[in-house]
């Protein structure tokens, strides 16, 4: 059972424009929400997170969006740069345990 | 403190072998994770501690793995008897239990796991 789904294996925007990732999950119990980068060779590096109270988190160029009704959370990045290319992982999990639950990621190319 | 380290970065072994991977987390971190990643998967949950304690183990982690974290800070991971299946990537995370808000976990390099 997915829990946590990532429907698009992959993207490609042109550098500067906006990239938006997507993620559903099904587990109502989840309180909190991450995103993580992770390029080939390494482990996955913290991105963004949003807490299940509120709808929207921005840092820098990334803002991440929650909509509980429809358990569904989105990345955006503005403006892309190829530097963002990369895998990206969302995860959710609930306070009590802090174990993560991963999407099966979405691979970003922004192309120059 | 640079990080989470993980050793060794890379391990091939023999059907029927036993391994051993080591974690050593950010340093005031008391909650350390492991996770394991197969190829065109994000990372699945295996097990994690909080100090020496081991709170939770997944139904993923048969009766050959084991882990460990005797003292409350390195950790080490033994998969006996290996089989084909095993071949992965082994990471290990991090987290400072705070009481309220971020679940932020620091993830090392990974072990990449190649059972022949």
């Known amino acids: 059972d997915q829990q946590v789904k990532q429907n698009s294996p992959s993207l490609s925007v042109q550098e500067g424009r906006i990239s938006i990732l997507n993620c559903d999950y099904t587990n109502s119990m989840f309180d909190y929400f991450l995103w993580y980068k992770k390029y080939p060779a390494e482990g996955p590096t913290f991105l963004i997170s949003?807490?299940?109270?509120?709808d929207k988190n921005e840092d820098g160029r990334f803002t991440v969006f929650l909509n509980k009704s429809a358990k569904h959370l989105s990345l955006h990045i503005v403006p892309s740069q190829p530097g963002d290319s990369a895998v990206y992982f969302c995860?959710?999990?609930?306070?009590?345990?802090?174990?993560?639950?991963f999407g099966q990621g979405t691979t970003l190319q922004v192309k120059p | 403190d640079t990080g989470v380290s993980q050793d060794p970065r890379h391990k091939i072994t023999k059907r029927g072998q036993n391994v051993t991977f080591r974690c050593d987390p950010i340093s005031e971190h008391n909650r350390l994770y492991w996770y394991r990643q197969t190829l065109g998967q994000g990372p699945e949950f295996l097990t994690y501690f909080q100090n020496e304690a081991q709170l939770e183990k997944s139904r993923l982690l048969s009766d050959r793995f084991s882990a460990e974290r005797p003292k409350g800070s390195f950790s080490t991971l033994e998969i006996q008897r290996t089989e084909q299946g095993d071949s992965a990537m082994y990471l290990c995370?991090?987290?400072?239990?705070?009481?309220?808000?971020?679940?932020?976990?620091?993830f090392g390099p990974g072990t990449r796991l190649t059972v022949l």
């Open positions: 949003i807490s299940s109270i509120k």
């Open positions: 995860a959710a999990t609930t306070s009590n345990t802090g174990k993560l639950i």
């Open positions: 995370a991090s987290s400072l239990r705070a009481l309220v808000g971020s679940n932020e976990q620091f």
